[in-house]
Nanobody
């Protein structure tokens, strides 16, 4: 698994932004792929997860209704679409992967493969 996250940037509150996590190792056959985020001075927070073997998705409570995770098999990627962005969404967003399925995989310590992180900054 060789993950690369992209798509971050500076946006205004209320805007939308899409992030993408590509697996250049092309091994997303039976993985839990999650997005985490980490704001300055805070712990890394689980945001969303997709189970690659069945496509099931899970969204964290703090972002439910605004963020959508989806898989793109053509790109071997997992995308995170973020709508109605808030100031508190400002963070470095990371994608991570681990063999298995999502339910219960919300602790960063569960994941062995990480992308490099992409900064999302939401301004007022």
């Amino acid at each position: 698994v060789q993950l690369q996250a992209s798509g971050g940037g500076l946006v205004q509150a209320g805007d939308s932004l899409g992030l993408s996590c590509v697996d250049y190792g092309r091994t997303f056959s039976a993985y839990a792929i999650s997005w985490f985020r980490q704001a300055p001075g805070k712990e890394r927070e689980w945001v969303s997860c997709l189970s690659s073997h069945d496509g099931m998705t899970y969204i964290g409570r703090s972002v439910k209704g605004r963020l959508t995770i989806s898989g793109d098999t053509a790109k071997n990627a997992v995308d995170l679409q973020m709508n109605s962005l808030k100031l508190e969404d400002t963070a470095v967003y990371y994608c991570a992967a681990e063999v298995g399925a999502c339910p219960g995989f919300i602790d960063p310590r569960d994941y062995g493969s990480w992308g490099q992180g992409t900064q999302v900054t939401v301004s007022s």
